[in-house]
């Protein structure tokens, strides 16, 4: 199995601009999960999804944020419009949910920078 | 709530040496608790988990740790420190009622190995 995938691996981009991150869990596992790491914060939890559906959003840090899981394979991340506080890794996982232990699996992130 | 800090945001061995990094939880329900390690530049994964079936805890790379409730500490330990080691170390905490999806990350510990 190829892991959790995501894409870009880097993105730069100016203040204003929309970003859009994505990713591809790993196939079979039903809950998807959405982190941001900064140094100042640490691994912050900023949504998961469990069939598609969005089940805890309270991480997402403002409006300017919004996710969406169209099918079991896909999901995007979108930041409209981007600031430089924005900057960070953001971090996709997934895991397989017939047993709350099951393990997460993260994908390698993607590095935003907003200039 | 579920929460988990970790002891030292650095620390530094001598390659050969005892590893070992702090983590202290609290949670109002039995936890269910990890340690994931982060190479540079890689996503998480998986060291260890703590799911009540066993105190004692062997993960990958020579790695383990135990559970106290007593303490209500879940420490990592590896008896010889290799080099590769060197990496950034979270442990996690998870409600065992409900299968619910989310994780309580520490703020992490980097790990130095000297020659």
């Known amino acids: 199995d190829a892991g959790v995938i995501q894409s870009p691996r880097h993105e730069v981009t100016e203040m204003g601009q929309e970003v859009t991150l994505r990713c591809k869990p790993i196939?079979?596992?039903?809950?998807l999960f959405w982190y941001r790491q900064t140094m100042m914060r640490g691994l912050e939890l900023l949504i998961y999804f469990n069939n598609n559906v969005p089940i805890d959003d309270s991480g997402m840090p403002e409006d300017r944020f919004s996710a969406k899981m169209p099918n079991a394979s896909f999901s995007t991340l979108k930041i409209q419009p981007s600031e430089p506080r924005d900057s960070a890794v953001y971090f996709c996982?997934?895991?397989?949910?017939?047993?709350?232990?099951?393990?997460?699996?993260f994908g390698p992130g993607t590095r935003l920078t907003v200039l | 709530a579920q929460s988990v800090t970790q002891l030292g945001s650095h620390v530094s061995v001598s390659e050969g040496a005892l590893v070992l990094l702090r983590c202290n939880y609290s949670?109002?329900?039995?936890?269910?608790l990890f340690w994931y390690v982060q190479y540079p530049n890689q996503g998480l994964q998986l060291l260890l988990k703590y799911t009540s079936a066993a105190t004692l805890v062997k993960g990958i790379n020579g790695f383990e740790a135990e559970f106290k409730k007593s303490e209500t500490s879940f420490h990592l330990t590896k008896p010889s420190a290799h080099m590769s080691d060197a990496a950034e170390y979270f442990c996690?905490?998870?409600?065992?009622?409900?299968?619910?999806?989310?994780?309580?990350f520490g703020q992490g510990t980097t790990l130095q190995v000297k020659p």
């Open positions: 196939s079979g596992h039903d809950y």
């Open positions: 996982a997934s895991r397989r949910g017939t047993s709350v232990t099951d393990t997460q699996y």
């Open positions: 949670s109002s329900v039995p936890p269910y």
């Open positions: 996690a905490v998870k409600k065992s009622s409900g299968n619910t999806g989310k994780l309580i």
